[in-house]
Nanobody, 121 residues
Framework: QVQLVESGGGLVQAGGSLRLSCAAS????????MGWFRQAPGKEREFVAA??????NTYYADSVKGRFTISRARNTLYLRMNSLKPEATSLYYC????????????????WGQGTQVTVSS
């Protein structure tokens, strides 16, 4: 059993910052990549950022480049979000997997329940 538990979401004004965390636990072997995805009401889930097992490679959606930073420390994943915009309002999910293709949700085997981020204008 593998669990991913996100935290750190909340309500923030436009231009503000938040840091999301995701703790992985359970019977999960090493070597897995991790990523953040988000889904707004009525929209499809979209890729936000990803990081490889070693942390040496990171990937970002164009919409968040320069404002979001993904990092990891062992089994914990982080997403620092700066200069937040109202369109960032979504449920943010973390995911873990071993298949290449960091921006593809199909590359991930395990998903958290999500943490809500709401950005007010």
């Amino acid at each position: 059993q593998v669990q991913l538990v996100e935290s750190g979401g909340g309500l923030v004004q436009a231009g503000g910052s938040l840091r999301l965390s995701c703790a992985a636990s359970g019977r999960i072997s090493g070597g897995y990549n991790m990523g953040w995805f988000r889904q707004a009401p009525g929209k499809e889930r979209e890729f936000v950022a990803a990081i490889t097992w070693s942390g040496s490679n990171t990937y970002y959606a164009d919409s968040v480049k320069g404002r979001f930073t993904i990092s990891r420390a062992r089994n914990t994943l982080y997403l620092r979000m700066n200069s937040l915009k109202p369109e960032a309002t979504s449920l943010y999910y973390c995911a873990a997997g071993w298949v290449a293709g960091p921006s593809n949700s199909a590359a991930y085997n395990y998903w958290g329940q999500g943490t809500q981020v709401t950005v007010s204008s």
